[in-house]
């Protein structure tokens, strides 16, 4: 049995990026001037946005953002956004993370206009 050596170069994808609006470039710009404490333990250090996804597949809404730390975000394997995704939408359910982040949404548009 022979081997071929000629690589098979790899397709690119023919899907679009995914261009940000410049509504939601505003926010997110907003966003990063201001401070806030996270969601889940009130500490306001090494704060990330997440965005609030059904889903790991579903596509991003940057206007639903809620605050988090590091480790509630990303980083703890006992409750995190990411590490515990079942765990962490038991305790905070999706419906009261949108809540949260429509608040901040609308402090956003209270600001702007």
């Known amino acids: ?10 397709k690119y994808s023919s899907k679009k990026k ?16 201001q401070s806030f404490n996270c969601f889940v333990c009130g500490t306001g ?3 990330e946005m997440h965005h609030i ?8 809404n940057h206007q639903e953002l809620i605050p988090l730390c590091v480790m509630h975000h990303r980083l703890s394997n ?3 956004a990411h590490g515990t995704p079942r765990k962490f939408k038991k305790l905070y359910p ?10 901040i949404y609308l402090e956003y548009e209270l600001n702007i206009f």
Do not use: C, G, W
């Open 1 to 10: 049995m022979k081997f071929n050596h000629n690589r098979i170069k790899p």
């Open 18 to 33: 995914h261009t940000i609006s410049q509504e939601d470039r505003d926010y997110l710009e907003y966003l990063q001037t």
């Open 45 to 47: 250090s090494n704060i």
């Open 53 to 60: 996804k059904e889903h790991s597949n579903d596509k991003k």
């Open 78 to 80: 006992e409750l995190s």
């Open 94 to 103: 999706m419906e009261v993370q949108r809540v949260q982040a429509k608040e």
